[in-house]
């Protein structure tokens, strides 16, 4: 059974780390593009970052670039989401997904990935 498991969520102040973790199980992920997303309450989910299936090219969103930094660890069937200087609105649920490809596309849309985590909650909050 193919399945992504997301952990390393939780509540932490504004300005604090958290490191995401997405787990496959099922598949390898060596070759597909893996991406991460966010959904807050009452918004559409958005795309988060992407990297590709070598690791070797990386994507984010404008709203958390020099903040945030995805990479990979294929040995570990592993992609991470290492996010720092949080702020308020980056409180959201968090999944991470699999892309059909092995590459990231320009935009990060939800419909170019196939198979999805269940999700973390990340809360930033004083």
């Known amino acids: 059974q193919l399945q992504l498991v997301e952990s390393g969520g939780g509540l932490v102040q504004p300005g604090g780390s958290l490191r995401l973790s997405c787990a496959a199980s099922g598949f390898s992920l060596d070759y597909y593009a893996i991406g991460w997303f966010r959904q807050a309450p009452g918004k559409e989910r958005e795309g988060v970052s992407c990297?590709?299936?070598?690791?070797?090219?990386?994507k984010y969103a404008d709203s958390v670039k020099g903040r945030f930094t995805i990479s990979r660890d294929n040995a570990k069937n592993t992609v991470y989401l290492q996010m720092n200087s949080l702020k308020p609105e980056d409180t959201a649920v968090y999944y991470c997904?699999?892309?059909?490809?092995?590459?990231?596309?320009?935009?990060?849309?939800?419909?170019?990935?196939?198979?999805w985590g269940q999700g973390t909650q990340v809360t930033v909050s004083s």
């Open positions: 990297i590709s299936s070598g690791g070797g090219r990386t």
């Open positions: 997904a699999a892309s059909g490809l092995s590459y990231c596309l320009m935009n990060l849309r939800r419909a170019d990935f196939a198979s």
